[in-house]
């Protein structure tokens, strides 16, 4: 049934967060415009995306903003070197969508190793 096929993608979705909880959580946690269950509401109906590598994983949403659709990693955690190879995964995804932007707001030590993104304080930008 239709109702069954929804419950069932709900628990794969659950699933695959529960896989990547322990890297996320607590970016989640400190994020002052999230909790988990609006990681979960968002993620059950598409406006985040969940990205999930062997040791990482991130969280996106697309924004359109009036002069720009952007890509923005919201949550990101794990494994540097496949955080970096994601990226590039996130970013062709992005054009994709027809995204001119991906933005990464975090710590500013992401500056330090995401080179290719312009410094904007805690918030890196790249035009695609």
């Not at 990547?20 to 607590?26: M, Q």
């Not at 059950?44 to 590598?53: P, S, Y």
């Not at 990482?56 to 697309?62: G, H, Y």
Request: glycine share 10%; charged share 25%.
């Amino acid at each position: 049934t239709r109702h069954g096929h929804g419950l069932v993608m709900i628990y794969e979705l659950w699933k695959q967060w529960h896989k990547c909880r322990p890297i996320l959580i607590e970016e989640v946690n400190a994020n002052a415009l999230y909790n988990e269950d609006d990681v979960l509401i968002g993620l059950a109906t598409g406006d985040l995306k969940l990205w999930i590598g062997k040791k990482s994983a991130l969280v996106t949403r697309l924004r359109q903003e009036p002069r720009a659709k952007v890509a923005e990693c919201l949550f990101v955690g794990g494994e540097m070197n496949e955080i970096i190879s994601m990226g590039i995964e996130i970013e062709k995804w992005a054009a994709e969508q027809g995204c001119s932007l991906v933005m990464h707001v975090g710590r500013q030590g992401w500056s330090r190793v995401m080179t290719d993104y312009d410094n904007y304080g805690v918030c890196l930008m790249k035009e695609l």
